[in-house]
């Protein structure tokens, strides 16, 4: 069973920094490309990063320049760094893994950028 948990969301204020972790279980982690979305209430998941199994890295426009995204394959961990963190980053976090027409969602974890 595939399981994707979350760790690293908490209160900062503007301009800091956090740093999100998606532990992965249950799969071939190598096998399998990874994405963070974030999401706020009443409005529709966000893709703010992705990571393939190729170790290509992409992030949105919204955060490109703010946000990393790295993989460790020994560890099975994919990291979302996050760097001047702005109070419109405030969202819950989410780990997605997909491949070949497998996918699993984590939790969740939150994030709140405030003064």
């Known amino acids: 069973q595939v399981q994707l948990v979350e760790s690293g969301g908490g209160l900062v204020q503007p301009g800091e920094s956090l740093t999100l972790s998606c532990a992965a279980s249950?799969?071939?982690?190598?096998?399998?490309?990874f994405a963070w979305y974030r999401q706020t209430p009443g409005e529709q998941r966000e893709r703010v990063a992705t990571?393939?199994?190729?170790?290509?890295?992409s992030t949105a426009d919204s955060v490109k320049g703010r946000f990393d995204v790295t993989r460790d394959n020994g560890k099975q961990t994919v990291t979302l760094q996050m760097n001047n963190l702005k109070p419109e980053d405030t969202a819950v976090y989410f780990c997605?893994?997909?491949?070949?027409?497998?996918?699993?969602w984590g939790r969740g974890t939150q994030v709140t950028v405030a003064a």
């Open positions: 990571i393939t199994a190729a170790n290509t890295p």
């Open positions: 997605y893994a997909w491949f070949n027409g497998y996918e699993a």
């Open positions: 249950g799969l071939v982690f190598g096998f399998y490309n």
